[in-house]
């Protein structure tokens, strides 16, 4: 029977350390996702994504049960990210893709199957997305990598962000009115279903 994540840290914090591995094999995957899409580089992300955890396991006796434990690791690996683009002073470019692996949670926007113009033009999509993704400011790509690819209710963005709920929509908002601005040119068509 699979434990809660609140379990699992009661276990932890009796004095069982080693279940906080159950704890890293839940959030891995979700971590580093988003710590690539922030920084853009593989080995970045996985730095972020460990010192998130160590973060987390040191401060584990101070974590405040309000607070849903998914949304305190996605402040924590979000609070580290953006030190890290501080430092480096610049914003690096974000893969939107980041590879089709089963546990990724991006969204296919085009069917990948298909005949080969089809499979052309939906890899010509995602470049054009990726781009576009890269050019987004970081308050506004946060937001939409939470809500569109990690599948992070709207209210929960709100906790971990540290905005209100209205703050987080009309983030999400400007990100997809920027994204739909910078591709509509070469695709018009998205145009149509507003």
């Known amino acids: 029977m699979d434990q809660t ?10 004095g069982d350390t080693d279940a906080f591995a159950e704890i890293v094999a839940r959030y ?5 996702d988003l710590s690539l899409r922030l920084l853009g580089d593989p080995a970045e992300a996985e730095d972020i994504a460990q010192t998130a955890f160590i973060k987390m396991f040191s401060s584990l006796p101070s974590y405040k049960r309000e607070l849903a434990f998914g949304n305190w690791a996605y402040t924590i690996t979000l609070n580290l990210a953006r030190n890290r683009l501080k430092r480096r002073a610049i914003i690096s470019f974000l893969p939107f893709w980041s590879g089709g692996e089963e546990e990724d949670p991006v969204i296919e926007p085009v069917e990948a199957g298909g005949d080969p113009p089809s499979r052309l033009a939906s890899r010509d999509l995602r470049s054009a997305l990726d781009g576009a993704m890269a050019a987004l400011p ?31 929509s009309l983030r999400l908002f400007k990100a997809r009115e920027r994204l739909m601005n910078a591709l509509s040119p070469a695709y018009p068509e998205l145009k149509e279903g507003i």
């Open 5 to 14: 994540d609140m379990q699992i840290i009661d276990r932890v914090l009796a």
């Open 28 to 32: 891995q995957r979700r971590l580093y």
């Open 138 to 168: 970081p308050d506004l790509k946060e937001a939409f990598v939470l809500f569109h690819l990690h599948k992070v209710p709207a209210r929960d963005i709100a906790e971990t962000l540290g905005v209100t709920p209205n703050a987080v």
